[in-house]
Nanobody, 123 residues
Framework: QVQLVESGGGLVQPGGSLRLSCAAS????????IGWFRQSPGKEREGVSC????????YYADSVECRFTISRDNVTTTVYLQMNNLKPEDTANYHC????????????????WGQGTSVAVSS
C-alpha cells in the first residue's frame, strides 16, 4: 500500500520559513518523480515544484522560484520542500504526489497523493 505522508505545515508570519516533509512508503522510491502541489479554497490546484530521481533535476513554478527549494533523500524515502520568504499568497494546503517514471513536470498526471499539510502565512 502506497502512502505519502506530509508534515511540517503551520502558521508563519510573512517573510518566515517552513520546511515541509513528504515521507513515502510502499513504492520503489527511486522510480518516482515527486512533486509538491498546493490548493487554497476557491482556487485551482497549483503545481509548486518537482524533483526527479535519476539526476535530482528540480522544477519550480514561477511564483515560488528562488524562494522554495525541493530536495529528496532516497535512503529515507523523504522529499523536502524548504520554503523561505513566505508570502500570504502561499497560504494553502500542500500535497506531495508521486509519478512513476523519470519524466518530470507539474502539469502531468501523478499516480499517488498524500492528504496534505496546511500552511498559513499571516501577520
Amino acid at each position: 500500500q502506497v502512502q505519502l505522508v506530509e508534515s511540517g505545515g503551520g502558521l508563519v508570519q510573512p517573510g518566515g520559513s517552513l520546511r515541509l516533509s513528504c515521507a513515502a512508503s510502499g513504492l520503489t522510491f527511486d522510480y518516482y518523480v515527486i512533486g509538491w502541489f498546493r490548493q487554497s479554497p476557491g482556487k485551482e490546484r497549483e503545481g509548486v515544484s518537482c524533483i526527479t530521481s535519476s539526476d535530482n533535476s528540480t522544477y519550480y513554478a514561477d511564483s515560488v522560484e528562488c524562494r522554495f527549494t525541493i530536495s529528496r533523500d532516497n535512503v529515507t524515502t523523504t522529499v523536502y520542500l524548504q520554503m523561505n520568504n513566505l508570502k500570504p499568497e502561499d497560504t494553502a494546503n500542500y500535497h506531495c504526489a508521486a509519478r512513476h517514471g523519470s519524466r518530470p513536470g507539474l502539469g502531468l498526471s501523478y499516480d499517488y497523493w498524500g492528504q496534505g499539510t496546511s500552511v498559513a502565512v499571516s501577520s
